[in-house]
């Protein structure tokens, strides 16, 4: 059994197809979304499909775009266990809109916090810095398990997220760079997951494409590590999602 933990099924072209084949196989996905509008056709969608885990987001890149309903977002996540895409992007299409960002993620973070039992998938793009004060601000919940998808931020933030007991979403893309390699070494083990942020990162048009990514990802990542991490990225995948 392997795990996606950030995906967007609801990007995909053809998402009816993707559920039904996940439906019938071996594989677990976060279904992650970008807006809370949504969330509930997704959940519909895949209400039969109970190895798929659909996420209420908010992507930081939508916020002001007329799809940012906060109002909705709050009705809907006292019963959504699964939170994500939210976060930050302080990149140069994204920084004119820096402190609505930093006003609804605090919010968002406040609200897992009062609800707990959440598993959050974090976007921190140039804003890794200003996600982990937001974090060290609000975090008070042991329940609640906050994922850095794919972190880009420097060794020393990368240490004060640790800190935080926070999760990592390694994608193939972390294993092109040599920061990427540099956080992977870094990461201890059993807070390490794996993520293709399909169909962003990955263009796929089968779930078998999607497993075997995520097989070569986790071969590589024992090669940089120095030994099979199958068993423990198995055993992490399943105590932060409980499948």
């Known amino acids: 059994m392997i795990y996606d933990a ?20 071996d594989m677990n996905l976060f279904a992650v979304g970008t807006t809370p509008k949504a969330y509930s056709r997704e959940i519909q969608f895949c209400k039969n ?10 992507h930081p890149q939508l916020v002001s ?3 940012d309903d906060m109002q909705l977002f709050k009705s809907l996540i006292e019963k959504s266990h699964y939170i994500g895409e939210v976060g930050l992007d302080f990149s140069k299409g994204y920084i004119q809109t820096k ?3 930093i006003n609804i993620f605090s919010e ?3 609200l897992c916090e009062q ?16 996600v982990i004060e937001i974090l060290r601000t609000y975090k008070r919940q042991k329940s609640n398990k906050y994922i850095f998808h794919w972190f880009t931020g420097s060794m020393p933030q ?26 992977i070494k870094a990461i201890p083990i059993d807070h390490v997951l794996l993520e293709t942020d399909a169909p962003f990162a990955l263009k796929v048009q089968h779930i078998d494409e999607i497993e075997k990514e995520l097989k070569r990802t986790m ?8 030994f099979d991490i199958s068993d423990i990225i198995n055993k992490n995948s399943k105590e932060v999602f409980c499948y």
């Open 108 to 110: 968002i973070v406040k």
């Open 6 to 25: 950030h995906c967007h099924l609801d990007l995909m072209d053809n998402m009816l197809e993707f559920i039904n084949e996940i439906q019938n196989s």
């Open 65 to 67: 775009s007329g799809y």
């Open 158 to 183: 990368l240490e004060k997220a640790i800190e935080l007991g926070c999760y990592f979403s390694i994608n193939p893309g972390m294993l092109k760079t040599k920061s990427g390699m540099e956080v």
């Open 49 to 58: 499909a109970r190895n798929i885990h659909v996420g209420l987001g908010m």
């Open 99 to 101: 402190e609505l960002q």
């Open 219 to 226: 071969s590589r990542i024992s090669d940089v590590i120095g």
């Open 115 to 130: 609800y707990s039992e959440k598993v959050i998938s974090i976007h921190s793009l140039k804003s890794t810095s200003t």
